[in-house]
């Protein structure tokens, strides 16, 4: 066995990896958060036999029987290298607005489309792809390659990650983990930058009740309509300019679209003004260098002719690694102050977390790119703007990179995320188990 088989083997099997992947969307495991949601099971189930036709240890661990965990693991002794992916999705919404049905996982022109074909089944195919792969070569390195392929990931992951954290922590444990959350390519004149995440914003989900009182439409003038002054709240989330502070994560991106080094806010605000910035480097900028408070979710009212006596707003709520849920709060009270009938509370989701960035954390990803042939490829740090499971692994002692590589080409933009029409480009799944295979590689035989 060697690396130079084991990528060979990846590209000759590119076919039976599509085939995988769009195995995984057509289950639908869709999670509202409220239970019974996910259905995960069936799914780690059927990635479980896989696996253990080529004699790889394969289990499904559930907290519940419907939400299953699967983990996988080749090889003994260390290092330890944890591949991570979750295989519960978002809701679809009206399924009508789609162009392909969201769970039929139709193949075209290159592109996977469905519900979950990027986040994050586009991940987790490739890592199964790879493990079998390593199995089938015969895997003799020094050291482990576990994976597990958690459930309940959107809704903070108390069926997943979290249950396996508390009961099953032996299943986690590793010199290093990989998971989602970073990978995206820049345009760079120094040959292809990675953008890598060692860290996660927060999130924090604010409730906004609005209150009243009910009476027949027709007569508003004896009632207490909430609805405009839940337009009031709206007018000020729209303007509200969050405090902005210039990260390290920040600082790279900005050196890398031409700022100086060690560039400060003036140089951020040149940078965001001017026009010729694409639209999704701005976006990744303002993510990197404040709250974000978006309101996503309102409901009121009982019927067309009644006028509502409440009315609530919820609001997505993503936090630097600084700021606490209290800051947070204090923020949003300041917003909204002398709204009548205002009542507010803040429910904290996932607190934010970081991995320490090294130079021997960004030498062990450059190496494995370069050897799964990324002529040049660079890694920088960043702060994923999501929250994922990395914040229930690395309290555990386990440093936990985001980092799912797409090709420097790839249209990111269309690839989508909880979309209509969200899909994953083929090329991108070959990519990545290219440079699983790599990473494993180099990661055991140089002793993590």
């Not at 084991?6 to 057509?26: F, I, K, P, Y």
């Not at 907290?63 to 090889?75: C, I, V």
């Not at 507010?344 to 130079?359: D, F, H, K, Q």
């Not at 002529?375 to 999501?386: D, E, I, M, Q």
Request: charged letters at 20%; proline letters at 8%.
């Amino acid at each position: 066995m060697s690396l130079e088989a084991l990528l060979q083997s990846a590209d000759a099997t590119v076919d039976e990896l599509v085939e995988l992947h769009r195995d995984l969307v057509r289950f639908p495991t869709v999670n509202s958060g409220v239970m019974p949601t996910g259905n995960e099971t069936p799914c780690a189930e059927y990635l479980a036999s896989l696996l253990r036709a080529e004699r790889v240890e394969a289990a499904v661990l559930a907290d519940e029987p419907t939400r299953g965990n699967l983990t996988a693991s080749l090889g003994q002794g260390r290092p330890r290298l944890l591949w991570m992916a979750h295989l519960d999705v978002v809701p679809p919404g009206d399924e009508t607005d789609w162009t392909h049905p969201p769970f039929a996982a139709a193949l075209v022109d290159g592109w996977v489309y469905g519900r979950g074909s990027n986040d994050c089944k586009g991940l987790a195919a490739p890592m199964v792809h790879a493990l079998r792969l390593l199995a089938r070569a015969g895997w003799s390195n020094t050291g482990q390659v576990k994976l597990v392929c958690g459930a309940d990931e959107e809704t903070g992951g108390r069926y997943g990650f979290g249950y396996l954290a508390r009961e099953h922590p032996e299943c986690l444990a590793a010199e290093l983990a990989i998971n989602e959350g970073g990978g995206s390519p820049l345009a760079d004149g120094g040959g292809p930058l990675f953008l890598a995440a060692p860290g996660e914003k927060g999130r924090y989900e604010a409730v906004v009740t609005l209150h009243g009182r009910s009476e027949h439409a027709s007569m508003p003038w004896l009632a207490d309509n909430p609805l405009p002054r839940l337009a009031e709240v709206l007018a000020r989330l729209e303007s509200y300019q969050a405090e902005v502070y210039l990260t390290d994560a920040a600082r790279v991106l900005l050196e890398q679209l031409g700022a100086a080094p060690q560039a400060g806010l003036a140089e951020l605000a040149t940078t965001l003004a001017n026009p010729a910035l694409p639209v999704a480097d701005a976006a990744r900028l303002r993510a990197l260098t404040q709250m974000t408070c978006t309101p996503t979710m309102v409901a009121g009212g009982i019927k067309s002719n009644a006028i509502p006596n409440r009315v609530e707003l919820r609001l997505d709520i993503r936090a630097l690694p600084h700021q606490d849920p209290g800051h947070a709060e204090a923020e949003l009270r300041a917003l909204l102050a002398g709204i009548a009938g205002l009542e507010m509370r803040l429910e904290p989701t996932a607190l934010p977390s970081a991995t320490p960035w090294s130079p021997a954390l960004r030498a062990v990803l450059e190496r494995a790119l370069h050897a799964a042939g990324v002529a040049g490829a660079r890694v920088a740090p960043t702060l994923c703007s999501g929250f994922t499971d990395a914040r229930l692994v690395r309290p555990l002692g386990v440093p936990v990179v985001g980092f799912a590589p797409l090709p420097p080409e790839t249209e990111v933009g269309r690839c989508g995320c909880h979309n209509v029409d969200e899909q994953f480009p083929v090329a991108a799944l070959w990519y990545r188990t290219r440079f699983l295979l790599a990473l494993a590689w180099n990661f055991c035989a140089d002793g993590g």
